[in-house]
């Protein structure tokens, strides 16, 4: 049997705490990354993405760019992407 350490309680506590912590931490990074790498939007996520409001959306989603899967409504994030670069203005 190898060494014995005695460790208080209360930094033990500490300890615990700061790895339950960490691993929430880990799974929300993991969780935020993992929604970054999705390709469609549905409106809800392309107004969070644009910072704009639904009505606005609805209203400029043929100058962006969707598909109509039923009654869903998508958008491409490249699409997104492509639409803010083209709107993008740059005094010279």
Same mark, same amino acid.
């Given at each position: ?23 929430? %931490? ?7 990354? @993992? ?13 969070? +993405? ?17 598909? @109509? ?6 958008? @491409? %994030? ?7 670069? %083209?709107?993008? +203005? @740059? %005094?010279?």
């Amino acid at each position: 049997m190898g060494p014995v350490t005695i460790i208080e309680t209360e930094l033990l506590d500490k300890i615990f705490a700061s790895v339950s912590t960490l691993e929430s %931490r880990v799974t929300e990074m993991y969780s935020e990354l @993992k929604e970054s790498k999705k390709q469609f939007l549905s409106v809800s996520e392309a107004c969070e +993405y644009l910072g704009k409001a639904s009505t606005w959306v609805y209203q400029n989603k043929a100058n962006i760019g969707f598909s @109509k899967i039923g009654n869903d409504i998508l958008f @491409k %994030r490249s699409d997104l992407d492509d639409y803010i670069e %083209r709107s993008y +203005y @740059k %005094r010279a």
